[in-house]
Nanobody
Framework: QAQLVESGGGLVQAGGSLRLSCRAS????????MGWFRQAPGKEREFVAA????????DYVDSVRGRFTISGDNAKNTAALQMNNVKPEDTAAYYC??????????????????WGQGTQVTVSS
């Protein structure tokens, strides 16, 4: 059975850093690439970052560009999201996902097939 598990969420002060990790197992095929999304209460799930299979291509939503860095280890089926200089508006549940399509960029939830259960990130001001 396919499974994605996130870890690393928590409470952090504004300006601080946090690193989220994601491990894929089972029938998840992360060879296409991985992505991170987030969802705040009362809002739709939004794209945060994506990485291609080779790691040569990355994509970020404008609000996190320059502060967040996505990385991946294809051989280990893992992905990470390094979050620096976090802001209160970054508060949300963060989800990693394994891509379902080979197109680029991949910013839609429909571009991803498998999802983790989410990890909460709370940024205090």
């Amino acid at each position: 059975q396919a499974q994605l598990v996130e870890s690393g969420g928590g409470l952090v002060q504004a300006g601080g850093s946090l690193r989220l990790s994601c491990r894929a197992s089972g029938r998840v095929d992360s060879r296409i690439g991985m992505g991170w999304f987030r969802q705040a209460p009362g809002k739709e799930r939004e794209f945060v970052a994506a990485i291609s299979r080779t790691g040569l291509r990355t994509d970020y939503v404008d609000s996190v560009r320059g502060r967040f860095t996505i990385s991946g280890d294809n051989a280990k089926n893992t992905a990470a999201l390094q979050m620096n200089n976090v802001k209160p508006e970054d508060t949300a549940a963060y989800y990693c996902a394994a891509a379902a399509v080979s197109k680029w960029p991949r910013r839609s939830v429909d571009d991803y097939l498998y999802w983790g259960q989410g990890t909460q990130v709370t940024v205090s001001s």
